[in-house]
């Protein structure tokens, strides 16, 4: 059984170009929340897909979106990258409705250098 | 609006002594409370929750985190700390809305056992 995976695993941009992240979530799991992790900081909630649609979002501008495919894997798009943007994005899977819906299981994630 | 407060950035300790890693929380509702653990180049892994019931909850790895309604805390504890238990600590919380959950993190706690 697959758990969570991201790719690519580490990825170099210059400042003002555009990346997109993939994630497959956990076998079963539906929903998917997009997470940013600066170097010495903690996960930072970016947003949440579920059946296609963001549902929730966190403190984060436009130039992040994303999206959700039919087979509920999913994409982070960041436009105009900016030197701030380097970090480590984090990808978590979890089961909307099932018993234990509240956990979360994290990919390893893919690390985002902006030079 | 949820909130994770961990209050030491760094928990030195030496094998075999005991450890407490600290976490306040604040929120409007209900919540789920979770430590996760982050080993080096790795993904999250969850050590523990408390979604209702008793105050105390034992997690993987012996260890242990009591809920503290009156003082919004869910402090992390070990009796014996081992050299592999060296990692980054992650305290967070969960708040279920129409959305559905969204957890929160706080900014980690690096636990470095020394021999």
């Known amino acids: 059984d697959a758990g969570v995976t991201q790719s690519p695993t580490h990825l170099i941009k210059t400042r003002g170009q555009q990346v997109t992240l993939r994630c497959s979530p956990k076998?079963?799991?539906?929903?998917v929340s997009w997470y940013q992790q600066a170097l010495g900081q903690g996960p930072q909630f970016i947003f949440q897909?579920?059946?296609?649609?963001?549902?929730q979002r966190g403190n984060f501008p436009d130039r992040f979106s994303g999206h959700q495919f039919p087979n509920y894997s999913s994409e982070l798009n960041v436009n105009a990258l900016l030197l701030g943007d380097s970090a480590l994005y984090l990808c978590?899977?979890?089961?909307?409705?099932?018993?234990?819906?509240?956990?979360?299981?994290f990919g390893s994630g893919t690390q985002l250098s902006v030079l | 609006a949820q909130s994770v407060t961990q209050l030491d950035s760094q928990v030195p300790v030496f094998e075999e002594a005991p450890v407490e890693l600290r976490c306040n929380y604040s929120?409007?509702?209900?919540?789920?409370l979770f430590w996760y653990v982050q080993y080096p180049n790795q993904g999250l892994q969850l050590l523990l929750k408390?979604?209702?019931?008793?105050?105390l909850v034992k997690g993987i790895n012996g260890f242990e985190a009591e809920f503290n309604k009156s003082q919004t805390s869910f402090h992390l504890r070990k009796p014996s700390v081992h050299i592999s238990d060296t990692a980054e600590y992650f305290c967070?919380?969960?708040?279920?809305?129409?959305?559905?959950?969204?957890?929160?993190f706080g900014a980690g706690t690096r636990l470095f056992v020394k021999a």
């Open positions: 408390y979604l209702s019931g008793s105050t």
């Open positions: 978590a899977s979890s089961h909307r409705a099932g018993p234990t819906n509240e956990k979360l299981f």
């Open positions: 897909y579920y059946e296609e649609e963001e549902r």
């Open positions: 076998s079963g799991h539906d929903t």
């Open positions: 929120s409007s509702v209900s919540v789920y």
């Open positions: 967070a919380v969960s708040e279920a809305n129409t959305g559905g959950f969204k957890t929160i």
